[in-house]
């Protein structure tokens, strides 16, 4: 098998139950061959081949499971541009230069992605997020975090006790208020961004399984469980937390997360419904839907075993509800939908974007951590760049050997 294989997620999750369009694909039925070959027809994959397939590269898109039926449905979806690393611990890890080059990156792209789901017809809300005070950035933390990002061009503001009470009707200490980021339902996007790369020629086809990929004069030979070959110029592994067994990921973690879903109740959301997140360990966040329901999830665990997780799902949630409850006494907490899933975390919270070392052509867009979507979007920026010839300035970033 070329990847890990997981219990991805539990059933359960919101995404699961409400309708979305199907994307006509059946299983390999012959030998065949592409320019690029994407593994993975979740967000990632899904993002990459609309960018492949708009530039006009002949590309196939396979699964071994249904579309956007991994780690995408199990997602809570809020598109943010702020890593999970701080920017002040990042320039610790990384250095100055490329710590903001990286949350500036991350800036860029939730705005790309704004305009990018609005060209597309796709429904996208625009959200401030609130990152509130905890155990890991206290009150004076979370000034000077402000300060930094602000410095590096970053629109946040400092708001204190009375300033969250008025606006927010929110009883914390602290909080930075970041515009800008956005809410979506990731299984309809991937769902219709896959649908629009197959108008525009891209064929995908689920369930297949990529079980086997050797390199043969001059080109990738990927054979599916069932024996049919795909002969191809490109792989690209956007195959999630189910990374390619032969990756050199260093820092890289699968844990385990709980979320829930709450009823419908638009009456009692809070005010500008921004996104919420506490900067605590283990943490909580929480936002939105249309339709007025509360997502909630954290409490994560490092364990990634399916049996093991499965058993904590009650506990875990009641947790996460009554943290939820004490940041929104008016709201009603509880779950209509809940779900565990595995988790990927990288030691800076960047993801990992590129040329496999030692396989040319091969690629992966591993995109680990609290904004993995965004990292889908950084992902097909960088692939496409690199595949039509063109550099990105930022590849270096997210490169295995950074
Ligand atoms: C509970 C939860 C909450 C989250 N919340 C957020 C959030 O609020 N904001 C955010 O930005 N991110 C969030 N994330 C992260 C985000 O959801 C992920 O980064 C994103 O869904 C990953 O998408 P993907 O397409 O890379 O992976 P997936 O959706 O898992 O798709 C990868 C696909 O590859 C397929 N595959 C693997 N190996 C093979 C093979 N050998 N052959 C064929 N197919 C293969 C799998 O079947 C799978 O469908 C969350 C994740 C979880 C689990």
């Not at 065949?32 to 990632?44: F, K, R």
């Not at 709450?262 to 900067?279: G, N």
């Not at 030692?358 to 867009?365: I, Q």
Request: contains cysteine; aromatic residues 6%.
């Amino acid at each position: 098998m070329t990847t890990h294989k997981r219990k991805l997620r539990t059933d359960g999750t919101l995404w699961q139950h409400v309708r979305a369009p199907q994307v006509p694909c059946g299983a390999l039925a012959r030998n065949t061959s592409a320019e690029v070959l994407i593994v993975g027809a979740g967000i990632t994959g899904a993002m990459i081949a609309d960018a492949l397939a708009e530039a006009g590269l002949e590309t196939i898109v396979v699964d071994r499971r249904k579309p956007a039926h991994g780690s995408t449905l199990a997602s809570t979806a809020l598109v943010a541009y702020e890593i999970d690393m701080p920017l002040g611990l990042l320039q610790k890890k990384i250095g100055k230069h490329d710590a903001i080059s990286a949350w500036r990156r991350s800036r860029l792209a939730v705005g790309n992605l704004q305009s990018y789901f609005a060209e597309r017809g796709l429904e996208a809300q625009s959200r401030g997020s609130l990152y509130l005070a905890g155990n890991d950035l206290g009150m004076r933390d979370l000034k000077t975090e402000g300060e930094l990002r602000r410095a590096a061009g970053i629109e946040t503001a400092f708001l204190d006790r009375a300033a969250l009470r008025s606006r927010f009707d929110i009883g914390h200490s602290a909080a930075l208020l970041s515009p800008g980021n956005l809410t979506i339902n990731p299984r309809d996007i991937t769902v219709r961004l896959l649908l629009r790369a197959r108008m525009l020629g891209a064929r995908i086809h689920a369930p297949a399984e990529i079980a086997h990929l050797a390199r043969r004069r001059g080109a990738w030979v990927a054979t599916t469980k069932e024996g049919r070959c795909i002969r191809c110029k490109h792989v690209v592994f956007a195959s999630g937390y189910e990374f390619p067994k032969f990756v050199p990921l260093k820092g890289h973690k699968i844990r385990t997360t709980w979320a829930f879903a709450t009823r419908s109740q638009p009456r009692k959301l809070w005010p500008e419904q921004c996104l919420v997140w506490q900067a605590s360990s283990p943490y909580l966040y929480a936002r939105t839907t249309p339709d007025g329901r509360v997502l909630c999830g954290g409490e994560d665990e490092d364990s990634s075993e399916a049996v093991h997780r499965d058993g904590m799902a009650e506990r875990k949630v009641a947790r996460l509800q009554a943290k939820l409850a004490k940041v929104f006494p008016k709201l009603n907490t509880e779950a209509e939908f809940a779900w565990a899933a595995s988790f990927g975390e990288s030691s800076t919270g960047l993801p990992t974007i590129g040329e496999i070392p030692g396989r040319p052509h091969c690629w992966a867009a591993l995109g680990y951590g609290g904004n993995g979507i965004t990292c889908s979007r950084i992902a097909a920026e960088i692939i496409r760049s690199a595949l039509t010839g063109q550099a990105d300035a930022d590849a270096g970033l997210y490169a295995f050997k950074r």
